[in-house]
């Protein structure tokens, strides 16, 4: 999967937001979500990785930050998911 | 004259007009003239005639009561938009990649808005990495400073304004629509702009800005201070940018991210009326 055009980690003033600025992106979104330290570091990695998986990044997950795989694992599948409902993902 | 010279917010741009007669009214321009100059940052040419690029592919489109503002791109990768009253007609305004050269073709009637809002699309484009934004705003000043009332169309703040100018003695209207914010030597600056359709105040002055507040409707008056994340959010709201050119999302993110940094901003709900001016300006004036 991968995160659809438009949406644009930004820093406000040490807060990460997603803020919707493609044209597409803008229609549904509201105006801003805030993203904590990592689920913004995940972000940040899904848009290296380009096309990922949950496995994907949890593995990476793991090595920045010697979580267990499977806290990994479960704490990538929530915050994807909530990037899911948000209509940030596209398969 | 064919060519004029305009300054607005400190930025220079000039507009040539194909023949001697601009056909449009331009009194909102006149405070902003200036004699030439040769660092013009972009010039729109006006043709008054029809021409309809055969190669115009619609990006995105949008409509406020009968206008329609349709923005696409041609087959060169140059920008364009197509704007209509009524489902009539009224230009085609095409502008180069850098954002340097926009050419009008301006032919129907409504002409003067066509033109007031071909030139603020150009003059945005070619701000935005300049530490400016154009704000969809209402704007006073006292004793020096200028203060900024934000919110949706329809919420109160040139009623708020007014307010101010009727309750608050020193208080002067600086722009009811569409001023511009520049961050200049590390300060905010708020300008008077030429686009200020909804009360005609067309004026060339400009003041650091003492607050900013964003204004709701309640059957009450209450303020306080909004966070930095909630006002980014509000600046994001009130400021007319054109951010799927990633180059100048960026530039409006930069230009509000300062604001944030320097200007207390506020979140005021109230009524219309004296009591809520006199609130506002309580808390928020410069002491």
């Known amino acids: ?91 | 004259m064919n060519l004029e010279y305009y300054k607005v917010a400190g930025h220079i741009f000039s507009v040539y007009y194909e023949d001697n007669n601009p056909s449009v009214n331009l009194t909102s321009f006149e405070p902003f003239r200036q004699s030439s100059s040769k660092s013009d940052l972009f010039r729109l040419t006006i043709y008054k005639r029809k021409y309809i690029p055969t190669d115009f592919v619609e990006v995105f489109s949008q409509v406020e009561e009968s206008y329609v503002i349709s923005c696409g791109t041609l087959s060169e990768g140059k920008r364009c938009f197509h704007l209509q009253a009524n489902q009539i007609d009224l230009c085609w305004l095409i502008v180069s990649s850098d954002y340097r050269e926009g050419t009008l073709y301006l032919y129907g009637y409504s002409r003067r808005w066509a033109f007031e809002t071909s030139t603020m699309i150009l003059y945005t484009l070619a701000t935005s990495n300049m530490q400016t934004a154009l704000f969809h705003a209402s704007v006073v000043s006292k004793n020096g400073y200028a203060y900024l009332f934000l919110g949706k169309s329809g919420t109160g703040k040139s009623t708020h304004s007014q307010l101010w100018l009727n309750h608050l003695e020193g208080t002067e209207l600086v722009n009811d629509d569409n001023p511009i914010v520049r961050i200049v030597d590390g300060e905010a600056r708020v300008y008077g702009s030429p686009w200020s359709g909804k009360t005609p105040c067309y004026r060339n002055v400009n003041y650091p800005i003492g607050g900013i507040v964003s204004l709701s409707q309640a059957p009450y008056n209450h303020i306080k201070r909004m966070t930095p994340l909630s006002a980014y959010a509000s600046l994001l709201s009130s400021i007319i940018g054109i951010r799927w050119d990633r180059n100048l999302a960026d530039g409006l993110h930069e230009t509000e991210r300062t604001i944030v940094g320097l200007v207390p901003m506020w979140y005021m709900e109230c009524l219309p009326n004296a009591e809520a001016a006199l609130l506002c300006a309580k808390e928020i004036e410069v002491k």
């Open chain 1, 1 to 91: 999967m991968r995160i659809k055009d438009g949406f644009v980690l930004r820093d406000v003033l040490g807060d990460n937001v997603i803020i919707a600025e493609g044209l597409e992106a803008s229609v549904d979104f509201g105006r801003l979500l805030c993203l904590n330290e990592t689920a913004a570091w995940l972000w940040e990695e899904a848009v290296r990785q380009s096309d990922f998986t949950i496995s994907s990044l949890a593995k990476a997950l793991c090595e920045e930050y010697n979580v267990s795989e499977e806290k990994a694992q479960t704490d990538v599948t929530a915050i994807v998911e909530k990037w899911n409902v948000k209509g940030m993902i596209k398969e």
